[in-house]
């Protein structure tokens, strides 16, 4: 049905959530419920020797105080590692040792009647250790550092990515390009905060509710890690105040919160403060880019050689694929990727927003811009003049690609037309200097299985459960405006029954997966419906005396009407709905048997830099994104200017400080970690190819959440350049860089 056009529905969540009558998973206070904190270790790592608590326990209202030496944490098990078959951010789980991995590990779990006793109780663990020398950054003189393709992590996904001889073709190229590139620690900083709810039934089932990305993996690791049955688990998430990759897997409070409500026999929450956010779960790890091109004068890009180094931690290899999209942005046809791991001492980082993508896009980009300099071309020309139709990995051919379009498309709204190339061309009434940047970006278009359930009643309620979990992005919205579509009935009308593990399977939403994932499945579950009424009334359920399935339920005498639909992507086998039941991350894609998917987007950003102080200001950005068919324009375009946003923040502001004599990071608080605010944005211009991929499911929907900050710091980067000459190839850029 991918001739169907979706209409601008608006936000179903939308009067609730300005109402403030949204409930998030853990904003419904238990009858006699307890407040949980934790303390945290105060060393880079090392061991705890001894702990006093007894300062804490004596604190009035304290219920209980939890450390590693404790029976109740004694059968306590790892979930695993969520990219080792596990279901964990990280393998390694706080509090079953002495042991000290990283600063702001958890030592103690305190639980009293009220937060302030809570809190309180944890400033008054002491605790002293022998701690052991730390390597916090890349570039530390005894990091450790782990060619991922040597690595135990799963061939070939994480594989080094080659085509063709690329340091060949590189030293024949008659002109190239080599820069170094980096990109900083950053945190997710979802304004909703890592938080458990846990409550225990009298017939010993757990009852967990949890803002996240991954409901069945919460379920499926915390019943490892307890020893359950997962019948035995059911986790909530109905919605996620933002998440952004961070609340992907289990965290490591989910199951010390449990277990202290086992054993109060009371429910207990604990909301994690953000100070202990930034050290107890995932992060975007600082990377280094190492990149080389080479074109022939003509702007033909012939080779290219990305070599990325990642941190990750001492006890997991968090794989990275950053040459993943540098291979395949454009159709060059020797390209050489290599990818290694450097260990340090910090929680496991993770996915964040874009990834890989968003920074290997930032080092790519940033050297295509270099090489429009060198070869006196335009940048989009350039970009257009390596345009594919060819996977130049795989050879197979792209499901639908037409970023050249949306360059056109962009440069056309932009105005690109009346840009000056020379650096510091252009200037603004007022003296600032302008500069005008472009750049292209692409994500890689997964989709995960998923089962369907559909029921109409008589009434007028429909309903439909599948898996999938709302995070902001407006996916209720979509499922409702997608099935109402179908059904002909009003999307107000259409209730998303999706983030409970009594439902569907809750696979992981992440990877921009989430749409395509549930809206194609859904879809087909509202075509069984059609069938299905149809049958019931021959004549009415189609045509012109069309009725709708309630009228139909009730001249049938029926009260409901239920279908299932199972769905999965191109070549996957059936065994794939038994990982999705284990909660297993069971997605595919962007390679597919007989075709590869990608979304893209172009941005256009026009800097103006104060010629006193040299402040950076972006006041215009255009961005053109074809993620295939659009299903729901309003949250679409939200989507992209949030995606804008996020790569202006990341771009300009954003960075996790990090002191390699003390570890941890240094501005774990939002006062000091700087995120853009209303005054820093200007206008932002969104538009959407819409043309729905032919191939990759019913729908023709790709992928749009994560592709639509690809680009936006490199577009930043090379407009400053434009202004200024000034090619910046670290982020965050700052003011004294500028000047
Ligand atoms: Mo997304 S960073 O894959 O949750």
Redesign the pocket.
């Known amino acids: 049905m991918s001739d169907t056009i979706y209409p601008d529905t608006p936000r179903v969540d939308a009067r609730d959530k300005v109402r403030g009558a949204t409930r998030y998973a853990t904003d419904d206070a238990r009858a006699d419920m307890l407040h949980a904190t934790l303390a945290i270790a105060t060393i880079g790592r090392g061991r705890v020797d001894h702990m006093d608590t007894r300062a804490a326990r004596a604190t009035p209202g304290v219920r209980l105080v939890l450390t590693h030496d404790d029976a109740d944490l004694a059968g306590l098990k790892t979930a695993g590692f969520v990219m080792g078959g596990g279901y964990a951010f990280q393998n390694f789980q706080p509090m079953l040792s002495p042991e000290i991995a990283y600063r702001g590990q958890p030592i103690a779990l305190i639980v009293a009647e009220t937060l302030e006793a809570a809190t309180e109780a944890a400033a008054l663990v002491e605790a002293t250790y022998t701690p052991a020398p730390i390597q916090v950054s890349l570039d530390a003189p005894a990091a450790d550092i782990v060619a991922q393709a040597d690595s135990p992590l799963p061939k070939p996904m994480f594989a080094d990515v080659t085509a063709g001889d690329a340091d060949t073709a590189f030293a024949d190229a008659p002109l190239t390009i080599d820069a170094a590139y980096t990109g900083p620690p950053q945190h ?1 900083n979802p304004m909703e905060l890592l938080a458990t709810v846990a409550e225990w039934g009298d017939d010993g089932t757990l009852l967990i509710h949890e803002g996240t ?1 991954n409901a069945e993996g919460v379920r499926q690791g915390l019943a490892r890690q307890l020893g359950l049955t997962p019948d035995k688990v059911r986790v909530i998430s109905p919605y996620v105040g933002g ?6 897997s289990l965290q490591m409070q989910t199951a010390l919160t449990a277990v202290a409500a086992r054993r109060l026999k009371r429910p207990v929450k604990l909301v994690v403060p953000r100070a202990q956010g930034f050290h107890d779960a995932s992060f975007r790890p600082a990377s280094r880019h190492h990149i080389r091109l080479g074109a022939e004068r003509d702007g033909r890009m012939v080779a290219a050689i990305h070599e990325a180094d990642s941190q990750t931690s001492r006890h997991d290899l968090f794989p990275t694929q950053y040459a993943a999209l540098t291979a395949r942005l454009y159709g060059i046809g020797n390209f050489r990727g290599r990818e290694r791991l450097v260990q340090t001492d910090v929680q496991t980082p ?6 890989f993508e968003h920074i290997a896009a930032f080092a790519f980009e940033g050297a295509v811009d270099e090489l429009a300099y060198e070869l006196d071309m335009d940048p989009v020309a350039l970009r257009i003049a390596n345009d594919t139709t060819t996977d130049p990995i795989s050879t197979r051919p792209l499901s639908s690609r037409h970023l050249a379009e949306c360059l056109r498309r962009g440069a056309e709204r932009f105005g690109w037309s009346r840009r000056r190339m020379a650096p510091g061309s252009m200037r603004a009434d007022d003296g600032s200097l302008v500069g005008w940047g472009v750049a292209s970006g692409a994500y890689p278009g997964s989709t995960a299985p998923a089962v369907a359930r559909l029921r109409v009643t008589d009434d007028g309620g429909v309903f439909i459960d599948v898996g999938v979990h709302e ?1 902001g992005q407006g996916v209720r919205t979509a499922l409702a405006a997608a099935v109402a579509a179908r059904l002909r009935v009003p999307a107000q009308s259409v209730v998303a029954e999706i983030g409970d593990t009594r439902g569907t399977p809750q696979h ?6 989430g749409t395509a994932t549930a809206v194609p499945a859904a879809v087909e579950a509202a075509e069984a419906m059609l069938d299905a009424l149809q049958k019931l009334d021959p004549k009415g359920a189609d045509g012109a005396a069309r009725r709708s399935p309630a009228q139909i339920l009730r001249a049938a005498g029926r009260p409901s009407l239920d279908v299932e639909i199972r769905r999965k992507a191109q070549g996957q086998p059936d065994a794939i709905f038994g990982q999705l039941t284990q909660g297993l991350v069971a997605a595919a894609g962007p390679e597919y048997p007989e075709f590869v998917t990608f979304s893209y987007i172009a941005h256009f950003v026009e800097v103006r830099i104060e010629p006193g102080t040299r402040r950076v200001r972006v006041p215009r950005v255009v961005s053109v994104a074809d993620c295939g068919r659009v299903v729901s324009p309003r949250t679409a375009r939200s989507q992209v200017a949030g995606g804008v946003v996020w790569g202006i923040g990341a771009s300009l502001r954003e960075v996790s400080e990090v002191d390699a004599r003390f570890g941890g990071f240094l501005n774990d608080d939002l006062a000091d970690y700087v995120i853009p605010v209303n005054a820093d944005i200007g206008s932002i211009e969104v538009d959407f190819i819409d043309e729905p991929d032919p191939l990759l499911n019913s729908v023709g929907v790709k992928t749009l ?2 592709v639509a900050m690809v680009g936006v710091a490199p577009a930043i980067a090379n407009a400053i350049y434009h202004a200024t000459g000034r090619r910046l190839r670290d982020l965050p850029i700052r003011i004294e860089q500028v000047l």
């Open positions: 997710q990305q998440s952004f990759g961070q609340k992907n993770g996915y964040m927003r874009a990834p995070m992981l939403t992440a990877g921009a997966w959440g994560e």
